[in-house]
C-alpha cells in the first residue's frame, strides 16, 4: 500500500487522484475533515466518478508530528509520496516551519526506517537549491547550498527538510527528491500558492517585480514522482521546472489569457525595500500576517535560471509548454463557480 502525506495539498490531491486512477492501493492522513473537501474539488476537474475514486482512499486522522497516528497510518506501507509542508516566508513563522518542514519530515523518515519502507519520495522545492552569485548562471541540483546567506525562513526549512531524508538514505531507506518551481494547478484560489496568484491577475495587478522564477505543471510534478518511484533511480534529487520566466512575462502570459489588463509598472527593489518595512511596522502594530519580507523581496527582484536537463534525461521527459499550464488553469478558474 502507497501513503500519501500532504493529501489535501496541491501536489497531493494530485498524486492521489493519479495514484487512485491507476487502481493503486492508498492510504493519505489529513489534518482537518474540512479540507478533504478540497480534494472532492480537485477530483471534480477531471472526472465525473469522483465518489467512487475519493471512496477508494483510506483516510487517517493525523498530523506528521502526531508519532502514534502515524505508526497506525505506516502499518503494511511499502512507499511514501511525502508531500505535506507547511509554506510561509514570514519570518515570525520560523519555528512553526521547522516544526512542521523539519521535525515532521525526521518522523516521516524515523517510520520508513523502522517500517522498512521500499522507497520514499520527499517534494521539496527550488527554494531550498543554492543560488548562484551572478544572475543568468544556471542552477543545478549540484549548485551548492550556503548558509551564510540571507535565506528566507521556509528555504531553510526546506533545506534542513531534505537532510533528514538524505541522513535517512544513510540508514537504509531508499529515497528520491524532486525541487518543483512554482507549480501551476486548479483549485486552490486562495491563501497562497500559484492559484491565488491567477486570482490577484484576474482582479487586476499593476505591479510585476523584476525578477524571474520558473514554472512547472501539476502533472509534471505528479508525472515525474510517480515515474521516479517506479524505476530503479534512488537517492537522486531533481529539479522539475518546464520553463524559466520573468514575472513579468508570466503575468503578462496569464492577464492574456483572462483578457484582463496586465501589469504595467515595474516594482523596483527600491520600491520593493519601502513596502516590506512598511509591512514588517504594519506587523507589529496590528499583528496583521506578513505580505512581503525582506528575503522574499529580495528573491523576486533577482534573475534566476534553473536547469531541468537531469530530469529529463534520466527519465527521458518532456515538459507541457507552460502556456499549455497557464491556459488550462485559466480555464478552470473560469469555470469555477464556488470562487
Known sequence: MILVTGGTGLV???????????????RAIYRRAHKLEAVKKVFGYYTQDVDTLYNSIEWVEANINDIPALDI??????QVYHCAAFISFEPDKYHELRKVNIKGTANIVNLCISNAIEKLCYVSSIAAIGHEPHPDTLITETTEWNPEQDNSVYAITKYGAEMEVWRGTQEGINAVIVNPGIILGPGFWKGGGSGSLFRQIYKGLKYHPKGSSAYVDVWDVVTTM???????????????????LTFKAF????????NVKPSSKEASPLLLAMVWRLDWLTHKLTGKRRKLSKQLAKSIS??????????KQDLNFEFKPI?????????????????
Open 12 to 26: 497531493g490531491s494530485h498524486v492521489l487522484f493519479k495514484l487512485v486512477s491507476s487502481n493503486k492501493p492508498v
Open 73 to 78: 497510518a505506516f502499518k503494511g506501507i511499502t
Open 226 to 244: 510517480i515515474q521516479l518511484m517506479e524505476s530503479d533511480i534512488i537517492n537522486e534529487r531533481y529539479i522539475i521546472i518546464s520553463e524559466n
Open 251 to 258: 503575468q503578462h502570459k496569464v492577464a492574456k489569457m483572462f
Open 302 to 311: 533577482v534573475k534566476t535560471v534553473y536547469d531541468n536537463s537531469k530530469i
Open 323 to 339: 502556456d499549455n499550464a497557464i491556459a488550462q488553469v485559466v480555464t478552470y478558474y473560469l469555470d469555477d463557480s464556488s470562487i
